[in-house]
RNA sequence: CGGGGCGUGGCGCAGCCCGGUAGCGCACUCGCUUGGGGUGCGAGAGGUCGGCCGUUCAAAUCGGCUCGCCCCGACCA
């Protein structure tokens, strides 16, 4: 393509809105334009990335034998009413209402429409393992849309549903998508770390998600050195600790600890460490019942894992009053001695503990010397805190560390969740009715594209993995002599016969804002031609990555970069 | 939805407190100039100051309402 013939309109300043990096170099280098919050237009370099991420995704979905479909944007509310999602999904799911005021939503995911067609069109083991997949816009209500394509409304998605006739069927469909995903991002150039992960909203039994590596990222997630492990926090085990200790019990004792609310203070009060504290953390549960949670001071609470023990979602700290109803003192203050008619369960860090302090369920006041055997009664010990590196690795004797991560994929074991409820059956071998086992498997391609600029980029623009960039050789001519645009003109001509994607600026512009314009979008390589260089019968070819400059003959330039290109595994179609 | 901030030519901003002719830089158009990391000079085009209502002789500026956007918290590809 010529810069003069293409729709890339380059900004110098940066639009006031934008924060991230993705998102700021998206907009500078034309690539995107906002048409409301967190709904945008892709212009022709964006697409061009976004299209070869999902030929990259095409060509290893098909692989596994998967087939590409197209489901509908817009579903009707009868197949989300059977689920329970359409009161479930909440106020995320978009919905409308036609000219008959029938109701309507805007797919943000398509478990609901896949099954409804599974259980139309399929009776008979023989026509399983099936597993469907389509690229496509997705609409999801956010609270705050936020960070460019990082987490738009309207997104681009890949999404992909097995079904299955029995477990170990299901467990090879889910382990297919797996190493599908781990090619995809490899081939996208991204450095990556699969995690395990919650199921959360859509459910199931298993899942993993694909985090890109960025100090940017929204999640943490914790790994140890030997690769045995790696986890989203939020997911990640904590093993419980040895129970080494038998100190004997002390008397327990109230304290004075005026104005200590914090953790930290009153901490400082006694002179003691963190993990000699035990911080009693009030939840208020969806049916309003209260519960206390015990945690070691020096970690945090995990709420999924809490909302998973008690099997609701959404539990919530409780508000100011219901803690001082609740232990009589101010927040800060409450403690587990003394909590009548209260739930209590305890982290299981707190079942080696001896002789701590706890609140006091009274104004300026703790205890110390507390032993749960003796002074209160715990329900349950088990694992409900936040990993956080340091913590000793569940599957090896090294220790957790933690790294910060962009979701990009998500693959799931869905069981029969869907299949039963909207009765998605067919026949076994044995002529037995079965529900099938379910798989479900997202990648977010728009999000993919702003996490590799996350990933990769510098403070002149983004530097795009060869795979995906939007052109592979960017042609800078810096001087306006005949030699030069003839030479340009060959190159540009035996580029394009080669089935090179080249750029060529033949913009009238100064070789400073060629040059800066062509690092902002990040293209490989570089070929710089000017009078100079000519003179001596040479070429620039820049490396945009490492910025390394090799000097070439004209005629040396296709080979040298088709050479440099051939290590990749490059989307074609 | 709670907290914070912002809406003034395409982009980045000043002006607003203290009401009176709408301004700067970049981009854009034309001419000359320059030509290997955002040339220089000159001449232009482009804005009902987010919208509505009010106060006033007079509103970008003061008051009320409203819409939109961004950032921080609870959701997710």
């Not at 008397?251 to 901490?267: D, F, I, N």
């Not at 957790?400 to 962009?406: M, R, S």
Request: proline fraction near 5%.
């Amino acid at each position: 393509m010529r810069t003069s013939q293409l729709f890339i309109p380059t900004l110098r300043q940066t639009p006031s809105e934008a924060e991230v990096i993705s998102h700021r170099l998206m907009l500078r280098a034309g690539m995107i334009r906002k048409v409301a919050a967190g709904i945008y237009t892709y212009l022709p370099l964006g697409l061009r990335v976004l299209k070869k991420i999902e030929c990259i995704i095409r060509q290893e979905m098909n692989r596994t034998g998967a087939q590409e479909l197209l489901m509908p944007i817009l579903s009707p509310a009868e197949l989300w009413r059977e689920t329970g999602r359409w009161d479930f999904y909440g106020k995320e799911l978009l919905r409308c209402q036609d000219r008959h005021d029938r109701d309507f939503c805007f797919g943000p995911t398509h478990e609901e429409v896949i099954t409804d067609l599974f259980r139309r069109e399929i009776r008979s083991y023989r026509q399983l393992p099936m597993n469907c997949y389509q690229i496509q816009t997705k609409f999801r209500d956010e609270i705050r849309p936020r960070f460019g394509l990082m987490r738009g409304r309207e997104f681009i998605m890949k999404d992909a549903y097995s079904f299955d006739a029995n477990l170990e069927s299901a467990r090879l469909s889910y382990q297919k998508m797996y190493d599908a995903y781990e090619q995809i991002f490899t081939r996208c150039g991204l450095h990556f770390r699969a995690v395990e992960a919650d199921n959360g909203m859509i459910g199931g039994s298993m899942s993993h998600e694909f985090m890109v590596l960025a100090a940017t990222g929204e999640e943490t997630i914790v790994y140890d050195e030997h690769g045995s492990y790696a986890a989203n926090v939020e997911r990640a085990e904590v093993p419980p600790p040895p129970e080494e200790n038998d100190a004997t019990s002390l008397p327990l004792e109230a304290v004075h600890t005026p104005g200590t609310k914090t953790v930290q203070a009153v901490c400082a009060f006694l002179q003691i460490s963190p993990d000699r504290l035990v911080k009693t953390l009030l939840y208020q549960t969806p049916t309003n019942d209260i519960i206390a949670v015990l945690i070691r001071g020096d970690h945090e609470a995990n709420e999924i894992k809490i909302n998973r023990f008690l099997e609701t979602t959404g539990i919530t700290l409780a508000s100011m009053e219901t803690v001082s109803n609740v232990s009589s003192a101010p927040v800060g203050f409450a403690g587990p001695v003394g909590l009548r008619g209260i739930r209590i369960v305890a982290d299981h860090a707190i079942k080696a503990m001896r002789n701590f302090v706890v609140g006091g369920n009274k104004h300026d006041t703790h205890l110390i010397n507390a032993n749960w055997e003796r002074d209160f009664t715990v329900e349950a010990f088990l694992d409900l805190r936040q990993a956080q590196a340091g913590d000793p690795s569940p599957r090896s004797d090294t220790r957790l560390q933690e790294a910060k991560g962009i979701e990009v994929g998500h693959v799931f074991l869905l069981g029969t969740k869907y299949s039963e409820t909207m009765h998605a059956t067919f026949l076994d071998p044995e002529g037995q009715e079965t529900s099938a086992i379910m798989g479900c498997y997202g990648i977010g391609v728009s999000r993919t594209a702003a996490a590799a600029i996350e990933q990769n980029h510098d403070s002149k623009g983004m530097v795009w993995p060869v795979p995906i960039a939007p052109f592979h050789i960017h042609l800078l001519p810096v001087t306006a002599s005949e030699q030069v645009r003839k030479t340009v003109g060959r190159l540009y001509d035996s580029c394009i016969e080669a089935g090179l994607e080249v750029l060529w600026d033949d913009r009238d512009e100064r070789a400073g804002v060629k040059f800066n314009d062509a690092d902002l979008i990040g293209a490989p390589f570089h070929l710089t031609i000017g009078d100079k260089g000519l003179a001596q019968g040479i070429l620039e070819l820049k490396q945009r990555n490492t910025g390394k400059v090799v000097q070439l003959r004209p005629t040396e330039v296709l080979s040298h970069v088709k050479d440099l290109l051939s290590s990749y595994d490059l989307p074609h179609g």
